[in-house]
């Protein structure tokens, strides 16, 4: 089945500075990437996806690159605020089914 | 106002009693999902129904069971089988398509006494 590899776990940066967080997965049917912002006591929120037949999306300060050769994908925040401070959900979605990495706390510090 | 929601969003259970936690989403999606989170980790799929009257394990259904009888509802009872229920659950759901996002509900966090 799939599985899903998330780096770094936890990751701290200066308030405008930009923060990458990188994930892996392994199977290749893989085809649709979303990323997920979880606070403190709720329930995920997704930020940003991407298709497998797309390499690049950009919203805003967020983008998601995919490099379908090399099964990874990242997600690129410029510009950082405190209020970016969060932990961060890649998945992996084939058929049905979604896979989770494990999460990045990303701490943003003024 | 379209999504989905949870209730309760805290629950406390005695040990020994089954207990289920409510899950209803007006997004006419046809795909729901359970998954539980435990202090600083993933979200782990316990089961999910891609259409009424039909659901299949996941990863971690041991000690869990639900129904799928309403389009709009999915519950998902704890049973006193389950060794470690204390955890935060979460509903979610989406539309059929593999390109199709996966929507969360707030969460409902259970814990065990």
């Known amino acids: 089945g799939e599985n899903v590899e998330q780096h770094p776990s936890t990751l701290s940066v200066q308030e405008g500075d930009s923060a990458v967080i990188k994930c892996t997965y392994s199977d290749s049917a893989s085809n649709y990437f979303p990323w997920y912002k979880q606070e403190l006591g709720k329930g995920p929120q997704l930020i940003i996806d991407?298709?497998?037949?797309?390499g690049e999306k950009k919203d805003q300060r967020i983008a998601v690159t995919l490099n379908k050769t090399a099964k990874h994908f990242s997600l690129h925040i410029t510009e950082t605020q405190p209020e970016d401070s969060a932990v961060y959900f890649c998945a992996a979605r084939k058929g049905q089914n979604f896979v989770f990495g494990p999460g990045t706390r990303l701490s943003v510090l003024p | 106002d379209g999504g989905i929601t949870q209730s309760p969003k805290y629950l406390f259970r005695k040990e020994g009693q089954n207990v289920t936690l409510s899950c209803e989403q007006n997004l006419n999606h046809d795909a729901m999902y359970w998954y539980r989170q435990d202090p600083g980790q993933g979200l782990r799929l316990i089961y999910y129904?891609?259409?009424?009257?039909?659901?299949q394990k996941g990863d971690i259904a041991e000690g869990y069971s639900v129904s799928r009888e309403k389009k709009e509802s999915f519950p998902l009872t704890v049973t006193s089988a389950q060794k470690n229920p204390t955890a935060f659950y979460l509903c979610?759901?989406?539309?059929?398509?593999?390109?199709?996002?996966?929507?969360f509900g707030p969460g409902t966090r259970l814990t065990v006494l």
């Open positions: 991407i298709r497998s037949n797309v």
């Open positions: 979610a759901s989406s539309t059929q398509g593999s390109y199709n996002e996966q929507f």
């Open positions: 129904s891609q259409i009424v009257n039909d659901f």
